[in-house]
Each structure stands twice: as structure tokens, then as C-alpha cells.
């Protein structure tokens, strides 16, 4: 970008000003600073010109300074919000692998499911044990003691399968 040379009057002054900015950017600051500067001579006729760019000037830089500090926040906070967006995009993968490991333990739990009904199917099928109704006004009878039922020695293959169906495998984890 070629250098500009802008002729510039501020308050009686004139000055030549080199910038890379176009000249109507640079002449619109040159307005802002004569008219800061005639605020300032408005209102108390005893300031010089000098004295008021003085004090114009230390107004525009403490506007540029809590200019640069509003930046420096929002700078902070978006890279705060960044940092919160990408945990959130972690624990939202680390929640879709969670959906995909659950989804294949219901199909390996559907697959026995499955496994288990067929074998049941080859089973002689077992009628109920229906416990008979007792009549109104029957004598309660009380339990005879010593005639508990001895507990089986194994398992069977049915209660096996049942009592894996529900514990949790170390390779699935």
C-alpha cells in the first residue's frame, strides 16, 4: 500500500501527516481531534491551544488504553468459551462411543436372549405348580419342622446362563 501525505488544520495549525490509511480516514481524526479540542477552549476561554491538545490527547489515550483492556477481556473469554466448547465436544464423542458400547452389550445380551429361548424350546415343557385353593374355614396348618428340601450340589446349565446374564464381562468394559 503506497503512503499517503494528508496537509491537515487543526485549530490554526497546520501539519502534514504520512499514513498508510486512506486520506479521508486520516482527515476524519484530524476532525476529532479539533473538535475535542474546541469542546475543551468552549468551555474555559483561559486554556491554550496547547493545554487543550494536552489534555485531549490524554483523553483519547485513556480511550485507547480501556479500549485495548475491553479487547484483552472479550480475548479472554472467548478463549474460555473455546475451551468449554471443546470439553463439551470431548465428553459428547466420549457419550456417543458410551451409546455404541451400550447399543452392542443389548445385542450380545439380545443374542443369548435368543440363545437361551431356543434351548428352552428343546426342553419337555414343565406345567406349573398350581397350589390348590383352600377352603374357607379350613384349619391352618402349621409348617412341619425338618421337612426343608436338601440344596442341590451343582448348578444347571439354565441357572448358569441366568446368573451370567447379569454380570458385567472385563472385555465389554
Do not use: W
Not at 493545554?51 to 485507547?64: K, N, W
Not at 412341619?144 to 472385555?171: H, L, M
Amino acid at each position: 500500500m503506497s503512503r499517503n501525505r494528508v496537509r491537515l488544520n487543526i485549530c490554526g495549525c497546520e501539519c502534514v501527516i504520512g499514513s498508510d490509511d486512506s486520506e479521508s480516514y486520516v482527515r476524519s481524526l484530524g476532525e476529532q481531534v479539533e473538535k475535542a479540542i474546541e469542546d475543551i477552549t468552549g468551555k474555559n476561554e483561559r486554556v491554550s491551544i496547547t493545554m487543550a491538545a494536552i489534555i485531549t490527547a490524554l483523553r483519547f489515550c485513556d480511550e485507547a488504553q480501556k479500549a485495548a483492556g475491553g479487547a484483552d477481556n472479550l480475548r479472554s473469554q472467548i478463549k474460555d468459551y473455546l475451551e468449554d466448547a471443546s470439553h463439551a465436544r470431548m465428553e459428547a464423542e466420549e457419550a456417543k462411543r458410551e451409546v455404541e458400547r451400550l447399543k452392542q452389550e443389548i445385542q450380545t445380551l439380545r443374542g443369548r436372549l435368543a440363545e437361551n429361548k431356543g434351548h428352552e424350546k428343546d426342553k419337555p415343557h414343565e406345567e406349573p405348580r398350581v397350589q390348590k385353593p383352600i377352603a374357607v374355614g379350613a384349619p391352618v396348618q402349621k409348617p412341619q419342622a425338618g421337612s426343608y428340601s436338601r440344596v442341590q450340589e451343582g448348578t444347571t446349565a439354565e441357572q448358569e446362563d441366568f446368573i451370567n446374564f447379569f454380570e458385567k464381562k472385563n472385555d465389554e468394559l
